[in-house]
């Protein structure tokens, strides 16, 4: 339900006005990482940034969400948008919304991946080549203050770290990467701690059946919730 790209089948209009809002938010439920507490509070604040539209321009999405996923650069702020508005159409619903930040906050490894490939693929052709990776890279880069005591952000250390990431990662050599290429490399290398700590804790419990990693699931989704509440709260306020 909740991929970021290639939904057209949703029963939401950008209006809102094909489905119930009640539907609608059984289904947000069942397809994505969050609670209905937390949708709730997703949808509050989605409402304060809409302007009361219920749509997300990509003004508002600069504005209101650079905090949100800590990035400055303009390329990669695009990119996002791009990732979220998945039929094209220039804003963004609230089931965009919580879908993109549901794979972004709490998706699982291949879901992040993704992602992560669709922001690198910035013409759409499903390939990412080596002009696509390094202006990417470059934004993020020089986002992180990388360049500060002149490392990464020069564009010849960004060329080598292109060079060899398309040395491990470009299979059959043909100057692109596809998504199978990418994942089956990242799968293969992933170490066990990049699964994330919800889903080890998930495993472990089925695996020991204890009432103590039971209670710490419990209280690990219970802080999330709580982190999330409250970065939400100081983002309204500013």
Request: proline share 1%.
């Amino acid at each position: 339900f909740c991929r970021i790209m290639g939904n057209e089948n949703s029963t939401t209009s950008k209006k809102g006005n094909t489905a119930s809002d009640k539907e609608e938010f059984k289904k947000l439920l069942r397809g994505t990482h969050f609670d209905s507490e937390e949708l709730m509070l997703l949808k509050e604040f989605f409402q304060s940034c809409s302007k009361g539209d219920g749509m997300i321009s990509r003004e508002d999405f600069n504005e209101g969400f650079r905090a949100i996923f800590d990035v400055a650069d303009p390329l990669v702020m695009d990119r996002m948008f791009r990732c979220f508005d998945e039929n094209s159409d220039g804003v963004i619903n609230f089931r965009e919304f919580v879908c993109g930040l549901s794979i972004y906050h709490r998706g699982t490894l291949e879901e992040k991946l993704r992602l992560s490939f669709q922001l690198y693929d910035t013409n759409g052709d499903t390939f990412v080549d080596k002009e696509e990776a390094f202006h990417m890279l470059k934004g993020m880069w020089n986002l992180a203050e990388v360049n500060r005591d002149g490392g990464y952000a020069d564009t010849k250390a960004i060329t080598e770290y292109v060079d060899k990431v398309f040395d491990q990662l470009d299979v059959n050599k043909d100057g692109h990467i596809s998504f199978e290429e990418y994942m089956k490399v990242a799968i293969a290398q992933a170490p066990a701690q990049n699964v994330s700590d919800q889903t080890e804790k998930i495993m472990s419990a089925h695996q020991k059946e204890t009432k103590e990693l039971e209670q710490s699931l419990a209280a690990e989704r219970a802080r999330q919730k709580e982190a999330l509440k409250a970065r939400l709260e100081g983002l309204r306020k500013k």
